[in-house]
């Protein structure tokens, strides 16, 4: 068993949106990985990107480091990312360290592109 | 503690130690190691999250920070590692783990770098905001999920964090 | 090994070590650390339940087994227990881990009873049933879920057990 | 959270019939408390045990020993031990080391009373 897996969905009709689902821990161990996959998802051309946090169960301020990283790098090209329903664990922790306002964190795929920051 | 499983002796103060290489690989088993220990002396889910993510986070700096003067850091390119293996394998992550009535505290020791430079966290998320990826997140979230955190550097011996949790700090959390 | 996540530095030697107290409370949270650093050398979801087994076993005898005689015991009434805090902290259960390529070995030492009282396990599940509750499980299962098994005592130092389990045994796992 | 949890079900018709769920992990650390709370189950006059094993995540020796000292107890009074629904991982234990011909292992409750030892 991995630690640690990228799932990247293939492109349907949207060219410039990305869906890919994060599985197992994003730490220290684990965080070179993500950081170069989600970079080749960005290169392939994503403006949107969907990250399905549903079976991450631990993030740490390395792997909050890479999402803020690719926030503010998707959102220069006035594009987004887009985190889907995260466990009520990864939830808490953006919670409480006050990510949330900062994230945006969707419960449905339908919101996307349609969710104001909250 | 509370949770002591009915019928089992009681739960005695413990105090124990681990030492680690510096290496990312460990940071996994170590929080599966302490997230258990807390849960069973009696800390709530979220309580256990937090102590596992706060020791996590210094494990990580450690295994980052303390020994990147020798080549001995994760974050360095593999032609800037050290390939000695004397220098390596005396690069320590020391762990020590003490457990008393409703409280639970961790210190981190490392023999690296120390006063050299001294850990920093930032104040705020809108300070780390600002930084715009040059780090300090670490340290906050462990000042922010613990309830009492003392760094101690030297130059000669390296850093030493000790963290504490206490099982029901109702006016520290109503504080934060 | 395998699966070592992309990205990220290949997984050197790990060579860890960990000193506890006797106290049964320190199985469960020794078991998950084991787990986890077994799931992540590469070994199997069954591989890792017969480590995680045979390693709480061992632990299981030094806490009950390998400082009885100095009143330190989780099997001896409350009556019997040694309450010299010198003698309790004395007690030590040391585990070292080390893991290579394709490879794990968790050494568990005491420096107890020793060769004074030789670990014995039964041969068979029918030795055991005749024994009718006298023990003796512990060292079996051992045996069986590990590829290679060494106990040394002597009667200053205590037990050494070391066991090694590999990846893939395929052989071993058939000869079985 | 505890580690483990022995809940007993309140009896119904059969009046020598207890039902339990043994919760958590059944290790050297929580078999005393197992032990002396199936001791309780026994002396108030159960000659059949079912205890729900779905939701044991750990068993070790000290926890097979249990159950097999309570096996023996019953069948003494030509009584019986079922083990209902044990976890993959559980089972995988009892198999390999051979407990699988020792224990009567039921996967319904219907099954209890005509199962012969497989
Ligand atoms: N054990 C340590 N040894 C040396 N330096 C450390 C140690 N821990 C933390 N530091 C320093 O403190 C800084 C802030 O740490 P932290 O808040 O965790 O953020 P980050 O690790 O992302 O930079 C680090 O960049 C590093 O310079
Ligand atoms: N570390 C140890 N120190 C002293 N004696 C031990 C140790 N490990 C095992 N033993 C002895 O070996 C015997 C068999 O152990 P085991 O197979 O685990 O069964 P059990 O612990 O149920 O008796 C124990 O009863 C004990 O006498």
Redesign the pocket.
């Known amino acids: 068993m991995k630690s640690y897996e990228l799932v990247v969905h293939p492109v349907e009709n949207e060219a410039d949106t990305r869906k890919a689902d994060v599985i197992g821990c994003l730490d220290s161990h684990t965080v070179v990985g993500f950081e170069r996959e989600l970079q080749s998802v960005v290169d392939s051309g994503a403006n949107v990107v969907i990250l399905n946090l549903e079976s991450l169960s631990y993030i740490s301020?390395a792997g909050i480091?890479a999402l803020m990283g690719l926030t503010h790098r998707l959102r220069k090209s006035e594009g987004e990312l887009y985190l889907l329903r995260p466990t009520e664990k990864v939830r808490r922790v953006f919670r409480t360290l006050g990510f949330t306002t900062i994230f945006r964190i969707v419960d449905e795929e339908a919101e996307v592109g349609s969710t104001p920051r909250s | 503690m509370s949770t002591t499983p009915p019928g089992s002796p009681p739960q005695e103060f413990i105090d124990l130690e681990l030492r680690c290489p510096v290496q990312t690989g460990v940071l996994n088993p170590l929080r599966t190691f302490i997230a258990t220990l807390a849960r069973q002396s009696g800390f709530s889910e979220e309580q256990v999250e937090q102590i596992e993510m706060a020791v996590d986070?210094a494990c990580a700096?450690?295994v980052?920070?303390?020994y990147k003067h020798l080549g001995v850091s994760c974050d360095l390119p593999a032609e800037e590692q050290s390939t000695d293996k004397k220098v390596r394998s005396s690069c320590l992550l020391r762990l020590r783990v003490e457990i008393g009535e409703g409280c639970l505290r961790v210190s981190i020791i490392?023999t690296?770098?120390g006063a050299h430079?001294k850990?920093?966290?930032v104040e705020s998320l809108q300070e780390y905001q600002e930084r715009e990826g040059r780090?300090?997140?670490?340290?906050?979230i462990i000042r922010k999920f613990m309830d009492e955190v003392e760094y101690e550097t030297t130059p000669e011996s390296g850093?030493m964090v000790t963290m504490t949790k206490f099982v029901t700090p109702a006016a520290k959390t109503a504080e934060k």
């Open positions: 301020s480091s | 986070e700096n450690v980052r920070h303390a490392d690296g770098i430079n850990p920093k966290g780090g300090g997140l670490g340290i906050y850093t």
